[in-house]
């Protein structure tokens, strides 16, 4: 315990000494996240479209050591979804398009009952009832790394089983933005990409911007990482043909700045129907953003327009606070990435509030396991635990992602005591046991990992990936 009071009094003190001007405690805090949580990337924050800060921290390229820049190019992933939903309402307002218009109006031949109850507002506002990846069982491992036709990818989700009726509720399904890229393609005849340079980027002038494709030379890309216990891997590749028009974006901090201009501006698109991009749906989802009001303090609050981003090796964030002006972007090629945490720090101190910094638990019981051994990482966490969980802030999370970790090292023993200790802090949590049934049959105890996953369901039975473990 005295190792992480240690740690918060040395940030504390870091931030103080820093200085009173906004700029100077942004690019202390900034500092902060890279030293002590590893973040790695670019954050920028715009008010009214002049740049207050900008800052790259960490490395695009770790092999290489070339820096992280406003000018860099990062994958965005489902910040990409902002531009389809332009493109789409851009289609509309030229009476191409209708957003009531079923599927089938588009793609006669899309299967039923699915092409005649789902409707373009459907998929732009996630409530068509369709899956997200998990809707196919281990979707990434079997059609990740492939390169698709667009029509092939449609095809292999397109009559996939309704959760639930169109209209009734809010799930996310990046299925639903990768068939309005299609839909798309379909009424203009030309490619998404050529279509997103016409409407949108080359208008706009942002040409660093444009549709992820690894086999094309693209100056200033940054390379994505996954941050593994203590250091950096090179990230799982992925084949962005598995995510037109849903989040196969690349783009600077600087170029994004002239698309939150365009909006504010109305410069695409008339507001009648802009401002349906920002009109809040189920769970306050617009299309292509959230949208909504959040706290800045106990007694005042902000609206905001927001979205994330995370595909392999990359995580994001973009936050419009219209009422004010500013646009706030953290751009990460690490995953995981502290973009929330960052972000809403960001916002504090535009605002005048005092940061709220607690350093990554998981990191460091793996930077103690690394250098001190896992009897010490065990006791660290230990400690940590006592008392009140949810008054102290402590969860199944940080135990979580170190089993995760190092099960893909295959450092199973270790992965097994972590595990183990998660189910003495949480004995009652259905999760910690499912953990440490995968802990046990990645160490080739198919037999104890039965039983943990047995004892989850008896906790909860119908914990679903425990049923799924078990091939239920």
Known sequence: MKRLIFIIAAILFAFQVSGNEPVKKLDSLMNLFHDHNNFSGSVLVAQNGEILFSGGYGYANIEHHIVNSEQMKYRVASISKQFTSML??????????????????????????????????????????????????????????????????????????????????????SFGYYLLGYILEEVSKKRFADLLDEKILHPLGMYESGIEDHRKIIRNRASGYDFILNGFIRAEFRDLSTALATGDMYTTPLD???????LSNYTLLEK????????????????????????????????????????????????????????????CNTRPGEIRSVEQNIVRVLYGEEIQFT????????????????????????????????????????????????????????????????????????????????????????EEAIKSYARALLINPSHRQSLLRLGR
Not at 305 to 320: A, K, V, W, Y
Request: net charge negative.
């Open 88 to 173: 789409i309402l851009q289609k509309v307002s030229e009476g191409k398009m209708k957003l009531d218009a079923p599927i089938r109006d588009y793609i006669p031949d899309y299967p039923a009952p699915q092409g005649d109850v789902i409707t373009i507002h459907h998929l732009m506002s996630h409530t068509s009832g369709m899956p997200h990846y998990a809707g196919i069982p281990n979707f990434f491992n079997l059609y990740g790394r492939q390169l698709f036709e667009h029509r092939d990818f449609v095809e292999l989700f397109w009559d996939l089983d309704l959760m639930w009726e169109p209209g009734a509720r809010y799930s996310y399904s």
């Open 359 to 446: 350093p990554s638990v998981s990191i460091a019981a793996s930077r103690i396991m690394e250098t001190e051994g896992l009897q010490q990482s065990l006791d660290f966490l230990k400690e940590l635990s006592r008392g009140n969980h949810q008054q102290n802030g402590f969860n199944l999370q940080p135990i979580s992602s170190i089993v995760s970790d190092l099960i893909s090292l295959r450092r199973t023993y270790e992965a097994t005591a972590f595990a183990q200790l998660g189910t003495e802090i949480f004995p009652e949590s259905a999760q910690a046991h499912m953990l440490l049934g995968d802990a046990f049959r990645a160490d080739g105890q198919e």
């Open 272 to 331: 009648q129907y802009q401002d349906l991009i920002f009109k809040p749906n189920l769970n306050g989802y617009g299309y292509g953003w959230n949208v909504g009001y959040r706290k800045v303090n106990e007694n005042d609050s902000i609206y905001y327009n927001q979205h994330t981003g995370g595909t392999n090796g990359f995580t994001s964030i973009g936050t419009r606070l219209p009422e004010d002006g500013y646009y706030i972007l953290v751009f």
């Open 256 to 262: 994004m700045v002239l698309w939150d201009e365009a």
